[in-house]
């Protein structure tokens, strides 16, 4: 069997890393992670007249949203897991893949 070139073995090296690395994060930092990206899939979907499906839990509190009483003495979640606010009306849309 041919071996893989050099830059090949970096990104399936890199890879499992970030796998390792989410694998090993608290659950509820995972939680987090998970409803960001049902947060961002509904925004694409508001672009396509889909309804919202996002589980209704707070990103920051991780308490279903509403229960505001509950949330004063949760912790604050890590600046990265902070949600972006959403885009004002007639705002256009910003890259999500764009790498600063």
């Given amino acids: ?14 890879k499992q890393r ?3 690395a989410l694998a090993a994060l ?3 930092d995972k939680l987090r992670i998970l409803l960001r990206l049902q947060q961002v899939r509904d925004a694409i979907g508001e672009t396509r007249g889909a309804t919202a499906r996002a589980w ?5 509190t991780l308490f279903p949203s509403g229960m505001a009483s509950l949330q004063e003495d949760a912790p604050a979640p890590p600046p990265d897991l902070v949600p972006p606010e959403p885009p004002r ?4 849309p910003t890259d999500c893949h764009s790498h600063a």
């Fill in 89 to 92: 009306e007639g705002t256009p």
């Fill in 18 to 20: 970030r796998r390792r």
């Fill in 56 to 60: 209704p839990i707070d990103v920051t």
């Fill in 1 to 14: 069997m041919t071996e893989l070139p050099a830059a090949m073995q970096e990104a399936l090296a890199a």
């Fill in 26 to 28: 608290p659950y509820a």
